[in-house]
């Protein structure tokens, strides 16, 4: 089939799954589902913007800005806010079931919903102000492209680093990746605040298809973000508030002109024809988009560790903790991460090493079994493409290593990765709510 249905299948699958997502981040505003939402919204829109679906792009937006104050404290959860992304949830979830992307469905109330609930409940005229303007990449010679609100390109830059990825056609088809799979390893690392699908003529449209010209907020470094995405030094660079420019391409909800209507009704079909709808998408990812998964390798003691990157949402020095009582003695307490309480764990009580108190302690945010936790680790090391065919089967004496916590041991170049089942190791009282 051709790449726009493969495309299609694959927006349709994320679309599932992070639609579950959403609604749980939603039904906890009050105790930090903000940021789960807007993780849920931050993809679909990406996903969105590939599978040429500018309304779902548009809404999802629209309810992130709203999200994006809430997190930030400057817009209260419930009340008119709650209402707004109530409504908003529904035209989305409307939006979505329609497999004809030209389908009737008016997003015009669920717009006006989230502006009245920015404008009326915001506790600061000054982040409205930033909310409401406009910047775009500057381009010698052109119009600035890759536009985000000036709120969103400061908290970003306060919280981590902002990159352009310029992943040509050619360049993906190098990595032998479709741009389906380049936007899920670039999503695993962090938000991607704008993206463009951009044609390149002069690449084999059966090799590579389209290609992708993003920003991506992340808070890893320049070596070890490249490392994750196999990057040369031409693919990227690291931007700062100067790289950016006024525009007046659309950014927020408050710059959204002209998608108040309903979209345009689809063209009648030929008598006898039945409905224009197309074929009937499945709900999973399209074959054909296997790659090779990575895992972010991490020092403890003497022993090397490693853990599937896609649950790493970021890496952070290690903040004051407040401890729990009647805890788990592997459960440091809880943090303040962006308005978050988020538990944190010290990984080598949690695997029974020995204590030790490191120079420099980071801690990985994970996003496991539906919930965000903090891993207390000495230090992170690099990124690794895992061979699963390769993956040798953990012995039944693992020292003071549970078994049952790992996932086997893998060979990288010079030493034996410990592999760690997440899943497995972070059940239980961790996730209990603090």
Known sequence: MGRSYEIGAWFASLATEQTAALERGLSGLDSGGAAAAREALGRIRAGAAMADRPRVAALARAMEDLLEL???????????AAEALSQAQGRLAGLLAARDPAAEVDIGPALAGIRAALEGGAKSPAAIEALGQCLGLARPGGEPRLALSRYTLEQHLSQGNIYHLNLTAGRLADWNAGPCQALEE?????????????PDPAANPEAGGPGLELLLATVLDAELMAGALRLRPEDFRRLDQEDFTPTQAPCSVLRQPGLDQPAPAAAASPAGAGPATGPQLPEREAPGLEWLPEYLSLQLGDETYAVDILAVQ???????????????????????????????????????????EPDEPVVMVMYVRDKIVGAVVDRVKDVVEIDHDWIQEAPPATGPVSREFLRGLYHHEDEMLILIDLDRMLAGDVYDDP
Do not use: F
């Open 70 to 80: 809430v997190q930030a404290g400057e817009v209260d959860p419930g009340g008119a």
């Open 186 to 198: 670039v999503l695993g690392l962090g938000r991607v605040p704008a993206l463009e699908v951009t």
């Open 314 to 356: 970021e890496i952070i020095n290690l903040p004051p903790v407040t401890r729990l009582p009647r805890s788990p003695d592997y459960v440091l307490g809880v943090i303040n991460l962006r308005g978050m309480v988020v538990p944190v764990i010290d990984l080598r009580r949690k695997l029974g090493l020995p204590a030790a």
